[in-house]
């Protein structure tokens, strides 16, 4: 009976963790202002130049992330090699997102709120392994496009409760096309978490996330290795690669005929992943595969 329970109490801190993780795609309000403007991201880029040119992930990519006693928060900003008007249609539609986050592990299914089609999303979220949408937990999304004209894109993505007293959830996107081609993006999001959470996370990190990294280096090591970021910040940085990663696999199957699409999407997003086993790798491909093209079956009938 003993031993029944702790298999109980671990799925379900498991199952929590990932819904504390993968709803990265949401983020915390007080965390991120609507006063982002084309002008600060442009700055920005300009100051990262050299870091977007020489940096571990051998792309033009760089990721920080930061957290709090209440709050974790990451970000990654990007070259693109992409038109601003592709960037901008492609990620302008709620629709798309769902097509774009269906690609992570833990979302198991996406569909436009039928109450509030174009504006909200209805998200489940759960294991990293096939699950039944009765036994994974629910979110709903406010999608809103906050600004967009030629040279600027701002989307967000909020959700104000989030499962075992998670709240303030917000995902935001925005982008500008830059002279020499290609386009500069910041993907952002957070997350607020009380007391319920902080016990699940104390629990994952004694067991089941023990000996996982995220990217951050904190030191180098006597032997050359490097000693990254771990605990629940390494876990937000592995999901704000995963969810880059996501975009970039959308973007490079449009050129391709919308029925080979969805196949290119998943291999890509897989692919890429494995570039970086250590913080990444979960599932073999054809398991990854496998589970996707059914919850992407299961999407598109609606649940």
């Known amino acids: 009976m003993r031993e029944r329970f702790k298999t109980v109490l671990w799925r379900a801190i498991h199952l929590f963790l990932a819904c504390l993780i993968i709803t990265g795609t949401g983020i915390a309000h007080a965390n ?29 990519l760089n990721l920080d992330s930061s957290q709090t006693s209440t709050d974790l928060k990451g970000d990654i900003y990007a070259l ?9 249609t492609a990620l302008k539609g709620a629709t798309h997102w769902c097509d774009i986050l269906i690609l992570h592990l833990n979302v198991k ?3 436009e709120s ?60 925005e982008a500008i096309p830059l002279k020499e081609g290609g386009t500069f993006i910041h993907l952002s999001y957070s997350y607020a978490y009380g007391f319920t959470a902080k016990l699940a996370i104390q629990a994952y990190l004694k067991t089941l996330g023990s000996d996982k990294v995220g990217f951050t ?15 629940i910040r390494g876990a937000l940085e592995r999901n704000t690669m995963r969810y880059y990663l996501a975009i ?33 790798h979960e599932l073999e491909q054809s398991e990854y595969l496998n ?11 609606g649940g």
């Open 32 to 60: 991120i202002p609507d006063t982002n403007s084309a002008a600060s991201l442009r700055a920005k880029y300009m100051a990262l130049r050299d870091t977007l040119s020489h940096n571990q992930f051998q792309l033009p």
């Open 80 to 88: 693109m090699d992409y038109p601003f008007a592709t960037v901008s």
């Open 109 to 111: 299914y996406c569909r």
């Open 114 to 173: 039928v109450d509030k089609p174009g504006s909200n999303l209805t998200v489940y979220i759960g294991r990293k392994t096939e699950q039944s949408l009765d036994i994974a937990p629910k979110m709903e999304f406010e999608y809103r496009v906050n600004s967009k004209s030629s040279d600027y894109l701002q989307v967000f993505l909020d959700a104000e409760k989030g499962p075992f007293g998670t709240k303030n959830y917000r995902f935001m996107l």
């Open 217 to 231: 280096v904190i030191k180098q090591l006597p032997d050359g290795k490097s000693l990254y970021v771990s605990g």
């Open 248 to 280: 970039s696999a959308y973007l490079s199957a449009l050129s391709t005929p919308p029925k080979q699409q969805l196949e290119k999407r998943l291999r890509d997003w897989f692919a890429s992943t494995e570039r970086y086993p250590l913080q990444l």
């Open 291 to 301: 589970m996707k093209r059914k919850e992407y079956k299961r999407q598109q009938a």
